[in-house]
Structure formats: C-alpha cells, structure tokens
C-alpha cells in the first residue's frame, strides 16, 4: 500500500463499521486522500476481538472454491507489505509467517489429511506429507497419539486484537474521524446477545457522502436486500496462558480429531488461541459449558500441556457468512458495501481495503479481475442486489 493524495482531497467517506473490514477500508481510504468518517455504536461486539487471526487459505481450501482458493493466496502475498505499513505506525500487529500443521489422530483423519494433500495437489499446491514422529519432531509438544500431519508454509498468522489496535493507531495518524453515534436513525432491536448495529445509517445531514457498510454480521440490519445472503455463525474461542515452564507451540495447529475440527493458534506474548465452534444460533453470543469442554477436549489430545496453561478467557463472535462462503464486497445502489467474509475477515483484509480504495477513490492498480469477480455483490442479483 503506497501513499496517495493530500489528506481530505478525495470524496467524503462514511464507513460504518469499525472492525477489522472497516478499519483497513478506512486506513486505505484516509491514505488515498478520503475525508473518511466511521461510525460504530460498540466495535467489541463483532466478530474481530474474537478471531484467532489465522491467514490459512490453503489448509481450508474446499474443492469447489478455487477462485476463493486464489483469491486467498493473494491475500497472504499482499500481507507482509500491509503488516509492514501497519508496524511503521509504531504498533506491531502480531504478524507470524511460521506456517501451519495440519495434524491427524485417527486413522480416518489420517484418510482426510490424504484427501487434502490429493485436493491441493490438483489445485497446484503442493504440501509436505508427515508422519507422527516427523510432526513432533517439528512440534515437540505434540501427543504422541498423533499420526500424521501435513506441513503448509503458506499459511501464516497474526494477532488479531494487536492488528485491531494497529488500525486503530494508523486509522487516527492518517485523521480518519471516528463516531459511536449513528447520524440518522437507529437499528432495529437486538436479538439475543446480537447487539446495536454498527452505526445503523448513512448520515442524512451530508448527503454527499458516500456510504462503505462493513457491518458484517448486521449488514442485514441496515441494507435489507442482504437479509438471507449474509447471516450470522456464533464461533467460540478460548484463551490460555503459558507459564515460563509450559510447552508451547511455534506454529499454528490445525487438527482433526475424530473427524472435528480444532485449532491452537499461538502468539508471541505466550497466549494460545483455541477454537472453534460453529453454531447457528442467530445473534446469540452465549459461550456454552459444552463448546468450552470439547475445544477443551480434542486440544488437550493434540497438545497434552494444555493442561498446564492457565484458562483467562472464553468469548463467542458472530462471523458474517455469505450464503456462497465468499466475502462481499463492491458498489451497491449509491453506496458500497464489504462484508460476508465469514472466518476469513483478517485474512482478506489487505485485499478488502485495496478494492474498497480502489472502487470509491480510484486508488491503486486494478484489482485482480478474479478477485473483484469473486466478491462481486452482483453475483446475487437474483435477490435484487445490483
């Protein structure tokens, strides 16, 4: 991300929304010369605070979504340069290119590791195969029960609530203005746990505005024509602390066990990230005993000394899911939008933003074709969406 215009010489942009979606579609915005205001009620409450920050297009590559496939591993490439922009801010987002295990306690989930390699392979990635003692030879700490794993250096990490305070810290040294108010009306009631939606309005007093919705899961809330292809996903996530004699882990984990699905995501600071559940529970919030006890479960079986970590935290956000499982994210009506980009928000962040300049600011070289494609709101016209 380069440099644009003096600062306030571009449109006037209201992004609402100020989780990770919106910080960066702000920061690229401000940075393109944009007089850029967000507005956001309670920026806790999304799905951003909670995410484990993991940027692993490659080990959740389905083999139905090559373009989403694509479009992540051009995510991961623009990353160093976005993390390096944000480091020289002053405040480290936490970015970790140490790579991932893919790891398997069964039998059967050795059968899954095999399909994934077979997948990726016919997709052009290629992953190294290996066996129990050569994963634990790579990760000590890992349970001898263990059998198999697949090595992806091509998926990294980062902190997300480091990253958050990062865009936070450049969003205000590039004098984006930041509101908790909407200007003109409110949003529905909550549901459940769910919340005020971000912002809930363009603002009515300056009609030449131009108005970015990246409200993830409350998109539906304030532009309608969203209800039914965007929707909330509660994930649960828990948070340990290492003591200076706990064994920890240099990569992101992924494992499955018995079939289900759990990661372990570590951090720098010694804090491992558990998770996740998927649950669809509308805008309910609520972090369940038994969500805790089985991501408690299959982690303690892949990485025994969680036993020995010290539980500080168990949270749930609301991921925006789009009914494609792609992010959404182009013009609509008079305004744009970006939102729909479910588990993988932190990982499209760099790509987001960059479309976002580029569509309201004319900002930057035109994104990949296949990536604006992919994300294009139009692929739902069907629902009325233009």
Partial sequence: MTGGPARGDGPRVTVVGAGVIGLSSAWALARAGAAVTVIDPDPSQGAS??????????????????????????AVEAWPEFAEALAATGVDPGYRTTGTLVVGYTAGDLDALDDLAARLAGLGVDVERLTGTEARRAEPALAPGVRGALDVP????????????????ATDAAGVTFRTTPAARTAPPAEAGGGAAPGAATDARDPDRVTVTAAGAWTPRLLPAFDGAVRPVRGEILRLAATRTTPTLTRTIRALVDGRGVYLVPRATGELVIGATQDEVGFDRTVTAGGVHRLLADARRVLPAVDEYA?????AGLRPVSTDGAPIVGRLGDGFVA????RNGILFAPLTAALVAYLVAGAGPAPDPLVAAAFAPSRFASAGIR
């Fill in 311 to 315: 539980l500080v935290e168990t949270s």
């Fill in 339 to 342: 939102t729909g980009h479910g």
């Fill in 154 to 169: 091509g998926d990294h990490s980062v902190d997300n609530r480091a990253l958050l305070r990062a865009l936070r810290a």
């Fill in 49 to 74: 605070p909670v995410a484990a920050g993991m940027l692993a297009p490659i080990a959740e590559a389905h083999p139905t979504e090559p373009a989403l496939l694509a479009a992540g591993r051009l």
